[in-house]
């Protein structure tokens, strides 16, 4: 693994990583997480296997900015518009319908991909250098607990880490499915927060 700092020159080389089908790891709103490129399905297939994931389970996604959204979704209702203008950027990922085109592996079969605009400045860059949404699961393996810092990494397989130092302790994103008005996992975002802005 190697370890570049969190410059443009070490994003952008990160960046060409994930196009090349490699793993990643970068530090986000909350703990450090595992880049892959979503539309490769041999890039998703190996990050299952470095993360020893049950290829049953989704994966989340990260963008920087509403056209690699729209790289990601196939629709946007307006109860979704509603919580991405109330909370993106920021930790509130949304289930939305997915686009054709990204790796099967991604929604582990189902018709939504969990996606949310990160508000961390590293990740942003690095999706903005890639070109188009990254993976955003957790930098450990299945069932352990997810790093803080490089040095809290045990894993083998990934190509790149950009160093972001020791992230603060932080809640995951929460996760919410706006067409259904349903959370499935309370997060950084309260419930009572997430209910008293979109239904004031």
């Known amino acids: ?108 079969g189902a018709e939504k991909v969990c996606v949310r605009e990160t508000s961390c400045p590293i990740a942003r860059t690095l999706c903005e250098y890639t070109g188009h949404a990254v993976t955003s699961t957790s930098a450990n393996p299945s069932g352990g607990e997810p790093a803080r810092s490089i040095d809290e990494m045990d894993m083998s397989g990934i190509a790149i880490a950009i160093d972001g130092g020791l992230l603060p302790f932080s809640p995951p994103s929460t996760v919410y499915d706006p067409d259904e008005r349903r959370i499935l996992r309370e997060g950084a975002i309260s419930g009572q927060t997430l209910w008293t802005t979109l239904f004031p």
């Open 1 to 108: 693994m190697k370890i570049v700092p969190p410059t443009p020159d070490g994003i952008r080389e990160a960046a060409q990583a994930v196009r090349a089908g490699e793993i990643v790891a970068y530090p986000t709103e909350t703990v450090y997480g595992l880049a892959a490129d979503p539309f490769s399905e041999e890039a998703v297939a190996r990050l299952f296997d470095i993360k020893e994931r049950d290829r049953g389970k989704p994966v989340l996604l990260i963008v920087a900015n509403a056209a690699q959204l729209a790289g990601v979704v196939s629709a946007v209702s307006p109860e979704a518009e509603a919580c991405i203008r109330a909370f993106w950027p920021g930790p509130l990922s949304l289930l939305l319908p997915k686009a054709a085109w990204l790796a099967p592996g991604i929604t582990a």
